[in-house]
């Protein structure tokens, strides 16, 4: 990350069509196993630490605790060969597409997850709620933008 | 993604630590350059066309003309060599680091996007308003989430 790189003229910043994740930190909780995760974090879900990784670290400057932020996951123990599920693994629903679901299965298993930044301790940040299991993967984090519309711009 | 794997015991989906993405589509806009293209969606972007894989159009059943959804993106022409930035490019405003701010410069370039979907033609989606570039790869389409509290849940 401190190596300085050409700016590609084009293709995937020069990686192929299949770009490899960096993680820059892993989700510690008390949520150790997918069975025992709520669904969303809203539906009960404790709050976690979000431990950095010392190099991606100085990324984190200007993060206020009390603030809202969307953190990206990489949900390792999703299925990436599923295209269809039942949604919230109902057997009386009926198949949906995964892109019309939050199924942690899907070809690229990633986690939007919108928390509070409870407190921040060096490279670590106390969020919640967050339904994550213990040692997943964070790829992102980013801010929550606000909008004097109607609508929310939270995702844009 | 046809064929069945066996679940991990754990680890990265038995992937390693650096987990490739596999694009399930791309944009197809008029913005040809990311000097071109606004920096949210709502500040003037266009409709594009998002155009998905046969092999991942069965995930798009359930989606429906009219709803809003979330389209990440691989923001390809991103530079991930960078952790901080000044925010919207704006030499007055002081160095922030990157997971503070919405720029495409990151160590996971990944782009989200919030758009209303326009029309549905076989395995392409008519979205909008968004600022993507031409070319992007697309990831993952996830459903927007309603929730009956105060708070959004739009990126739970």
Do not use: C
Not at 20 to 40: E, F, M, Y
Not at 129 to 147: F, H, M, N, Q
């Amino acid at each position: 990350m401190a190596t300085r790189k050409k700016v590609p003229t084009r293709g995937y910043n020069a990686e192929g069509s299949r770009p490899q994740l960096r993680p820059i930190g892993v989700i510690r909780s008390d949520l150790k196993q997918r069975g025992q995760a709520p669904r969303q974090g809203r539906e009960g879900a404790p709050d976690a630490w979000l431990e950095v990784n010392s190099l991606a670290a100085p990324g984190l400057e200007g993060i206020e605790a009390g603030s809202d932020i969307i953190v990206v996951t990489w949900l390792h123990r999703g299925r990436r060969d599923v295209l269809k599920v039942r949604p919230r693994s109902d057997p009386q629903r009926r198949l949906t597409g995964v892109f019309a679901t939050r199924s942690p299965d899907r070809p690229n298993p990633i986690g939007l997850h919108r928390v509070t930044v409870r407190s921040i301790d060096r490279t670590r940040l106390r969020i919640g709620p967050i339904e994550a299991i213990d040692g997943t993967p964070v790829v992102d984090i980013k801010p929550v933008l606000r909008s004097p519309g109607l609508r929310s711009m939270d995702e844009s």
